[in-house]
């Protein structure tokens, strides 16, 4: 499934980004922010058409539960809005009070996608209460089954295009995104079997579903906000990342140790830092030439600028 969804992400970029050669990893600014707009556009558009119609189904209807869920899709074109955004403040150039540039700004994007989550999340959990106490009645009928189901394949496919697109760029915010889309199709499918269990007279189910919906939003817009919060904060890397810089250091001649190393995300690129540890009988300028070296092999396979601190090996 993910190589499908893989293929089907370098046809759209070979159709709508001029000039692109898909990859799997990308690191250029102009192209990371090519890649992001190619997922709010297409986020854009397809939740319009989905919101628009869930909308009409749910005055319809009667449902409290479908017209949450039409919200949501909603809500998901302003979290694409942001993301277009944030892309595009985070690619203005460093000046004197941001040296290390904007990057940033992507994490700020990603924890406004998160609050606004917690906004429709709370409102319909209200909206889903007051139904459940007035016990009000909901029609349904099967083609309107099939069509949230249908709605349900749709915005998972979304999701894990923008996950795709998300990893490909090193992204947050089009992860984030992707939560969106996710909840959004999860919560299809509860109303879907709403809508058949009010058939038979059971019209809370409409309300409890709703309930359900609201505390899924909620649960995903508290995740994605302590996760943007923690990279803003200044998150350390995992263990693997600093094995691998570790490990890319050591592979220098002359390199006999590693420590203090230090990671500082600024969105599209890192700011890496760290101390090696070469022979005592080294001179200084060879020792120079050999942190130059080592920062220009870390700068080449981890996308950033790096500082390499040279210290003897203490006996």
Same mark, same amino acid.
């Given at each position: 499934?993910?190589?499908?969804?893989?293929?089907?992400?370098?046809? =759209? *970029?070979?159709?709508?980004?001029?000039?692109?050669?898909?990859?799997?990893?990308?690191?250029?600014?102009?192209?990371?922010? /090519?890649?992001?707009?190619?997922?709010?556009?297409?986020?854009? *558009?397809?939740?319009?058409?989905?919101?628009? =119609?869930?909308?009409?189904?749910? =005055?319809?209807?009667?449902?409290?539960?479908?017209?949450?869920?039409?919200?949501?899709?909603?809500?998901?074109?302003?979290?694409?809005?942001?993301?277009?955004?944030?892309?595009?403040?985070?690619?203005?150039?460093?000046?004197?009070?941001?040296?290390?540039?904007?990057?940033?700004?992507?994490?700020?994007?990603?924890?406004?996608?998160?609050?606004?989550? =917690?906004?429709?999340?709370?409102?319909?959990?209200?909206?889903?209460?007051?139904?459940?106490?007035?016990?009000?009645?909901? /029609?349904?009928?099967?083609?309107?089954?099939?069509?949230?189901?249908?709605?349900?394949?749709?915005?998972?496919?979304?999701? %894990?295009?923008?996950?795709?697109?998300?990893? %490909?760029?090193?992204?947050?915010?089009?992860?984030?995104?992707?939560?969106?889309?996710?909840?959004?199709?999860?919560?299809?499918?509860?109303?879907?079997?709403?809508?058949?269990?009010?058939?038979?007279?059971?019209?809370?189910?409409?309300?409890?579903?709703?309930?359900?919906?609201?505390?899924?939003? *909620?649960?995903?817009?508290?995740?994605?906000?302590?996760?943007?919060?923690?990279?803003?904060?200044?998150?350390?890397?995992?263990?693997?990342?600093?094995?691998?810089?570790?490990?890319?250091?050591?592979?220098?001649?002359?390199?006999?140790?590693?420590? /203090?190393?230090?990671?500082?995300?600024?969105?599209?690129?890192?700011?890496?830092?760290?101390?090696?540890?070469?022979?005592?009988?080294?001179?200084?300028?060879?020792?120079?030439?050999?942190?130059? %070296?080592?920062? %220009?092999?870390?700068?080449?396979?981890?996308?950033? /600028?790096?500082?390499?601190?040279?210290?003897?090996?203490?006996?």
């Amino acid at each position: 499934m993910n190589n499908l969804i893989s293929k089907i992400t370098d046809c =759209l *970029i070979l159709i709508f980004i001029k000039n692109a050669k898909p990859e799997k990893k990308v690191s250029d600014q102009v192209t990371r922010r /090519k890649y992001a707009y190619l997922e709010a556009y297409v986020s854009i *558009i397809g939740n319009l058409a989905l919101a628009a =119609l869930k909308v009409v189904l749910g =005055l319809t209807l009667n449902s409290i539960s479908l017209l949450a869920d039409a919200a949501h899709t909603a809500a998901d074109v302003l979290t694409s809005i942001i993301v277009l955004l944030g892309f595009k403040l985070s690619s203005s150039p460093a000046d004197d009070k941001h040296p290390y540039g904007h990057g940033r700004v992507e994490f700020i994007a990603t924890f406004v996608i998160s609050l606004m989550l =917690l906004v429709v999340g709370a409102e319909f959990a209200k909206s889903s209460y007051s139904r459940l106490i007035s016990n009000a009645e909901v /029609k349904g009928s099967i083609g309107v089954v099939a069509v949230m189901l249908f709605g349900a394949v749709f915005k998972e496919w979304m999701a %894990r295009f923008s996950i795709d697109l998300g990893n %490909r760029t090193n992204s947050p915010a089009l992860v984030a995104d992707a939560w969106h889309h996710r909840t959004d199709g999860i919560a299809s499918i509860l109303v879907a079997v709403a809508i058949i269990a009010s058939q038979y007279g059971y019209y809370k189910v409409d309300a409890i579903f709703g309930l359900l919906v609201s505390a899924l939003i *909620i649960y995903t817009g508290i995740t994605i906000a302590l996760g943007s919060v923690s990279q803003l904060m200044g998150e350390a890397p995992g263990e693997n990342e600093l094995n691998e810089i570790e490990n890319i250091a050591l592979s220098v001649s002359g390199v006999s140790g590693v420590h /203090k190393i230090s990671v500082h995300n600024y969105g599209y690129h890192n700011e890496i830092s760290l101390h090696i540890q070469v022979d005592n009988g080294m001179s200084l300028v060879e020792a120079h030439d050999l942190s130059e %070296r080592v920062e %220009r092999i870390i700068e080449e396979n981890k996308n950033c /600028k790096a500082i390499v601190h040279v210290e003897p090996i203490v006996e």
